[in-house]
């Protein structure tokens, strides 16, 4: 601040020499009440209206010009949305509206659009909602050209690439598992269930088996569903001459065909019966309450009065009668909410929520209780209506202040069928609300009795039993393991003597029981190509084994040599010119599960395992019997050929961070090596795609050890 | 000030923005827009003129926050925040002559219950019962003069819009927009506030700002963890002192207490005012001259002595929860102001600003360790030498340290390989970017202003720092990673599971 004299950017009637100069002449008044202060009338705004146009296909376009900034802001949206996903299928439109965008076009990757966009500071986007889905594009005016053909290709020809689908559900799947964390987000969320009824598509919940089930061609078949130029508005701002982007856009979308129509609205609601409902939480300090009962649509022609009553109710930044209450006079809450919602296209709900100390629980829910049944007790004054009118009013300036803003608003309009002028008229509508009507709506809409009211919280340390306040219905927010329907179809726990039998021969044409005991170590060399999204890499895997859980492998890859150590007490990495790191534990729990189930290891200690043989499948011309071969709940399965005992194919649970349902190696070509017979080519695939393959081209048993290449290498 | 409900997924999206880099998009054009002005008691105005709608934003920053705190009054600084919605001599009362007398005897009989309750021998239990009933006796004579909230109900009706407020460790700030016919009224009330703030419902409050830190950190894991983790990064500095205070100290300071830290604090000299909107500064000035210049001028006050003492030894905090695992490490580096501040904020965005950065395509993307992970500056503030942070929220069946080996390679990356000239050019590009998507927001522009003028005495280091990325060359970059990313430097901090982490993707 003291280099500010210098500065003294200084314009328009002060000169510098006038900085610093005496305070404010006492002459001057300062009114003691704000009364005295007249506000001069605003000046008029100018806000010009978008252009709308309209193509054959049924797209309507809405174009605003805006100098200010040299960029272009502009969103399709798209009709059809999570309420029109099958139940099932929970979590479609978040799948969907990440791995839109990450999962690429048919000709680019969704990685090669990052390098790509990022490099130019530009933003294409996507997302899902309730009733649509977007995509969006943000970019610098300059790179409008390059950058628009990425969005048309994006929003029509979307690749939907497996490895990003993958990705969109690993993180949907934390989504889930935290979702119990934080006692708001529980509230919100639960009281949504109890307002729209846990059967409501407003009311979808995610689920890790919900989420397991979408496909690909799940999310294929919505977007051809609904990604159709009769569904879209596509509203588009910023520093462009409009005649000149209306050729653009007429050129990029006029000859897209029509598709089918989205379906209407769903607006049944079946909400929750009255009463208390209550999610124990112990973690917490304070019990997060909230109360529920259906609202109305946005259409509803009560909707203005609603408005201002909401605004008596819970408006403005403190001044609603539910702050008044409960935050400042009372000093219960840090913040109270609520009002009667107005959904564009459905009903909305009547919330309140708050939160407040454990021990001020069942005195808060009394407290809302009353405000709300004074909605129909206590008579709106004539001071309320005004204050609430003259915010309403005086605000509606910044719902239009600037030129994206007029742009959204009337693209909201478009989209939900709304007419044109329902802003322009929004004022006069709010100004004809009269004291009767509040008293109507309030009748109308407020129905204390049919309330829920839902409690998150630490029940020891309320200051009294929920019960007190009637019967108490228990929610249970568990979240379901994914495998605990699958489960039941795990091996059988004990071993079946066909399965013993199958052994058997396993073991006698690797070379017998003597030989596989005398089997200390084994070093083995594999010239692998494994497919990754870059192409296929290929590398030589030299990998060491000493029995039973000693494990080291060093990848020759272009990038230099890569060494993995698994020891019963180590697990670590060494990379090429970075050093060593520790292996993360969910990579050591992955490469201890692989090892136990291999072959080899399983031969050397078969009291560790049962073996049942559970079925028969045909490879080639091969009738192979499936063995299951299970420890510790893990399972794996091989199909032996029953007449020579060679293992033919190898199913196994996938592993790590980049696993995928289940992992196939078929093997062939087999050699003996120091009297041990085992396959030397293999081919891996996941999820029906080849993700690697390779040939054994040495193989020694028991080579002389360093103990060395066991230890961590110091620094 | 006011409820903003956050789940633990807005949060980390918040500690993933980027703390405002801005560019040079185009300095000129803005300084011709721009009018600074320093009152004779020491109070500066910016004034941003843009006339696009005839609306305005403005922004107060009070160049102190909880950093300003010692033991015993820590939170005080956010209590004041929320005693300046109270209103005035002149605003929420009926008879403030009458209400003088009645705050003066609340004080006293606080002062009398609080001594008493807290002696440490022969505390009379029957005595602080009913000293404790003369004080509410006190407070509900009191509150008969009260017109509740009629501060913020004047600025309602006028047609304001987001009034709020917010405190940091470094400072406090003040902000709400409003229709552009409404300065004369918006000077008056915001000069009010601060001319005579009168601590009504004083203790009441104190009742809220404790909800609020039930709301914010007691039931909240990241909010737990977040306590801990600053508490154990800063031994000396008051960044360590959580914002919200410590509870003993919110059920204990007085209306007392939070007036001298008003007196001392809130000087003119130490205040800066941004404007940003539909406003004409020949027409605005005298106004704000008016109702500002009121203000009586005093010396600014001593700054902060203490230093925190270079970490000689790795800290770790564990937290066992019922709640998901979460990550976070810090590393001490210099104050905003230091020269090498653009080369941090150039680390940040290397590491954290969108899909191409690393920490996504290492952490989230290639080995789905982390479902979000990112880096960034000023935590958890700027003025003082602070922390760079990274963080990471595992995916399901991992553990918090399952992401330490990742994040640890990708700060080696930065320590020992040059970054390529495209991906820095990228960032260079994003930033310059970023800036001009800032610059048609009122409300953002005026807050910026405002904390760039407190933070650097000069409002222009908004458009500087651009170029001074610009001019980040790789060798820098390595330079202050090395600097930096060590592990005698770091303070570790993560939430591990007490139930096994529920699986989803196995």
Redesign the interface.
């Known amino acids: 601040?003291?280099?500010?004299?210098a500065?003294?950017?200084?314009?328009?009637?002060?000169s510098p020499a006038s900085?610093?100069?005496?305070?404010?002449k006492a002459a001057?008044h300062?009114?003691?009440?704000?009364d005295e202060?007249k506000?001069?009338?605003?000046?008029?705004?100018n806000?010009p209206e978008p252009k709308r146009v309209q193509l054959d296909n049924g797209m309507v376009i809405l174009m605003m010009e805006d100098h200010?900034?040299?960029?272009i802001r502009g969103a399709a949206s798209i009709h059809g949305g999570a309420r029109d996903a099958a139940a099932a299928k929970a979590g479609l439109i978040e799948i969907l509206g990440s791995a839109w965008r990450?999962g690429g076009t048919e000709s680019k990757t969704?990685?090669e659009l990052?390098?790509f966009l990022?490099?130019?500071?530009a933003r294409v986007e996507t997302g899902g909602d309730d009733d649509s889905t977007a995509v969006r594009i943000?970019v610098?005016k300059n790179d409008f050209d390059t950058v628009f053909p990425i969005f048309l290709d994006l929003l029509r020809n979307p690749a939907f690439r497996q490895d990003k689908i993958?990705?969109a559900?690993?993180?949907m799947?934390?989504?889930?598992?935290?979702r119990?964390?934080?006692?708001?987000?529980i509230l919100?969320r639960e009281l949504n269930k109890l307002g729209y009824g846990p059967s409501s598509p407003y009311a979808a919940q995610p689920e890790?088996a919900t989420?397991?089930s979408i496909t690909r061609d799940d999310l294929l078949a919505f977007h051809k569903r609904f990604v159709h130029p009769n569904n879209i508005v596509f509203a588009i701002g910023g520093d462009f001459d409009s005649a000149m982007m209306e050729r653009k856009l007429r050129d990029a979308f006029a000859s897209w065909p029509r598709g089918p129509q989205a379906p209407a609205a769903p607006t049944a609601m079946t909400p929750a019966k009255p009463g208390v409902y209550f999610i124990a939480k112990?973690?917490?300090?304070?019990a997060n309450i909230g109360f529920v009962e259906p609202g109305i649509q946005r259409n509803n022609h009560d909707y203005f009065a609603v408005r201002v009553m909401n605004e008596i109710f819970s408006?403005?930044?403190?001044?609603g009668r539910l702050?008044?209450d409960l935050?400042?006079?009372?000093?219960?809450?840090?913040?109270?909410?609520g009002g009667i919602g107005a959904g564009w296209d459905h009903p909305g709900l009547f919330e309140i929520?708050m939160?407040?100390?454990s021990g001020t629980t069942l005195e808060s829910i009394d407290a809302v209780r009353k405000q709300v049944g004074m909605l129909r007790t206590q008579p709106f004054t004539a001071a309320e209506l005004k204050?609430a009118k003259?915010?309403i009013?005086?605000?509606?300036?910044?719902t239009?202040?600037?030129?994206?803003k007029m742009l959204n608003q009337a693209a909201i309009l478009e989209f939900y069928g709304f007419p044109p002028d329902y802003f322009r008229n929004y004022t006069s509508n709010i100004e004809k609300v009269a004291a009767a009507d509040l008293v109507r709506v309030a009748r109308k809409y407020v129905a204390p009795g049919d309330l829920a009211v839902l409690v998150v919280g630490n029940e020891k340390d309320f200051e009294k039993p929920l019960s007190t306040l009637g019967t108490v219905t228990p929610v249970d927010i568990t979240?379901p393991?994914?495998?605990a329907a699958p489960s039941t179809q795990a091996a059988p726990a004990a071993s079946n003597s066909e399965g013993t039998a199958l052994l058997q021969k396993v073991t006698e044409f690797t070379g017998g029981k003597a030989k596989i005991d005398a089997v200390r170590a084994v070093r083995e060399v594999t010239s692998v190509s494994r497919d990754t999204p870059q192409g296929v890499m290929d590398m030589e895997v030299e990998s060491t084994v000493e029995f039973p859980d000693r494990h080291r492998a060093v990848m020759k890859m272009p990038m230099g040599e890569v060494t993995v150590v698994m020891t019963p007490d180590a697990g670590f990495m060494l990379?090429p010119?970075?050093?060593t790191?520790?292996?993360?534990?969910?990579q050591r729990d992955a490469a201890r599960t692989e090892s136990k189930q291999d072959l080899l290891t399983i031969l050397k200690h078969p009291e560790k395992y049962t073996f049942a043989v559970t079925g028969t499948e045909k490879i080639g011309s091969v009738d192979t019997k499936i063995l299951e071969v299970s420890s510790d709940g893990d399972t794996v399965k091989f199909f032996v050929d029953p007449a020579s005992g060679k293992v033919l194919r190898k199913v196994s649970?996938a592993r790590g961070?980049?696993?995928q349902g289940d992992q196939v190696t078929d093997f062939s070509a087999w050699g003996t090596f120091g009297g041990i017979t085992v396959p030397t080519a293999f081919t891996t695939s996941a999820g029906g795609k080849q993700v690697a393959s390779g040939k054994l081209t040495a193989m020694e048993i028991n080579p002389v050890l360093d103990p060395k290449i066991w230890e961590k290498p110091a620094g | 000030m006011k409820p903003i409900r956050r789940s633990l997924w807005s949060l980390a999206l918040m500690l993933a923005l980027t703390a405002g880099s801005l560019q040079a998009q185009d300095l000129a054009s803005f300084e011709k827009r721009t009018t600074v002005r320093r009152l004779a008691n020491g109070l500066t105005i910016i004034i941003l003129e843009r006339h696009e709608a005839p609306v305005f934003s403005y922004a107060t920053v009070v160049n102190a926050g909880s950093a300003q705190e010692v033991a015993g009054i820590t939170g005080l600084a956010h209590m004041f925040e929320h005693m300046a919605f109270k209103g005035s001599e002149h605003i929420g009362t009926t008879n403030y002559g009458a209400e003088k007398i009645a705050l003066q005897k609340v004080e006293a009989a606080y002062q009398a219950y609080d001594r008493e309750r807290r002696r440490r021998v022969g505390r009379d239990e029957a005595r602080v019962k009913e000293l404790e009933k003369s004080w509410r006796d006190a407070m509900a004579a009191a509150d008969k003069y009260v017109i509740p909230n009629e501060f913020s109900k004047i600025v309602d009706a006028a047609g304001g819009t987001g009034l709020n407020a917010g405190t940091r460790s470094d400072t406090t700030e003040y902000f709400f927009n409003m229709p552009s016919n409404q300065l004369e009224l918006w000077a008056y009330l915001e000069s009010e506030r601060f001319y005579d703030p009168v601590f009504r419902e004083f203790y009441k409050e104190r009742d809220v700002v404790q909800e609020e830190r039930r709301m914010r950190t007691e039931s909240n894991p990241v909010g737990r963890l977040i306590l801990q983790f600053l508490s154990t990064a800063f031994m000396a500095h008051p960044y360590g002192q959580p914002t919200i205070g410590w509870s003993s100290d919110l059920q204990s300071f007085s209306a007392t207490d939070a007036m001298h830290f008003f007196r001392k604090y809130y000087v003119p000299a130490n205040t800066v005012i941004a404007i940003v909107g539909d406003v004409n500064p020949s027409e605005a000035m005298p106004i704000i001259e008016k109702y500002f210049g009121r203000l009586p001028k005093e010396p600014l006050p001593d700054t902060l002595r203490t230093v925190e003492p270079p970490q000689n030894a790795e800290r770790e905090v564990i937290l066992h929860e019922t709640s998901q695992p979460v990550y976070i490490e810090g590393y001490h580096r210099p104050a905003a102001t230091d020269p090498d501040n653009p080369i941090y904020d150039t680390i940040e965005m290397l590491m954290s600003a969108g899909r191409t950065s690393r920490l996504y395509r290492s952490l989230v993307r290639d080995q789905k360790l982390a479902a979000a992970a990112g880096g960034f500056n000023g935590f958890p503030g700027d003025k003082y030498p602070n922390l760079f942070v990274v963080y990471g929220f595992t995916t399901p069946g991992h553990a918090a340290t399952d992401l330490i080996a990742p994040i640890h390679a990708e700060i080696e990356r930065l320590k020992t390989q040059d970054v390529t000239p495209e991906e820095l050019q990228s960032v260079k590009t994003r930033v310059k970017a970023g800036l001009l998507r800032q610059l048609d927001s009122n409300a953002g522009l005026a807050r910026q202003l405002a904390e760039t003028q407190t933070l650097y005495g000069d409002w222009r280091e908004l458009f500087r720092e651009v170029d001074k990325i610009d001019a980040v060359t790789p060798a820098d970059i390595r330079r202050v990673a090395n600097e930096t990313f060590q592990e005698d430097n770091r303070t570790i901090g993560f939430i591990e599971s007490e139930k096994k982490p529920a699986g989803g993707a196995k």
């Open positions: 601040m003291k280099t500010l004299t500065i003294a950017i200084v314009l328009t009637m002060w900085a610093g100069a005496a305070p404010a001057s300062i009114p003691t009440s704000v202060i506000a001069p009338p605003l000046r008029r705004i806000m200010e900034l040299p960029l990450t969704g990685d990052d390098d990022e490099a130019r500071a943000d610098l993958d990705l559900k690993t993180q799947n934390a989504t889930i598992a935290r119990n964390d934080d006692p708001g987000e919100d890790y989420v397991a112990s973690d917490v300090t304070q408006g403005g930044s403190f001044s702050m008044n935050r400042t006079k009372r000093g219960l809450t840090y913040g109270v909410d929520t939160a407040t100390k204050q003259e915010s009013l005086n605000r509606f300036i910044f239009m202040d600037s030129r994206q979240i393991e994914l495998n990379l010119g970075m050093g790191r520790e292996l993360p534990s969910s649970r961070p980049m696993a």
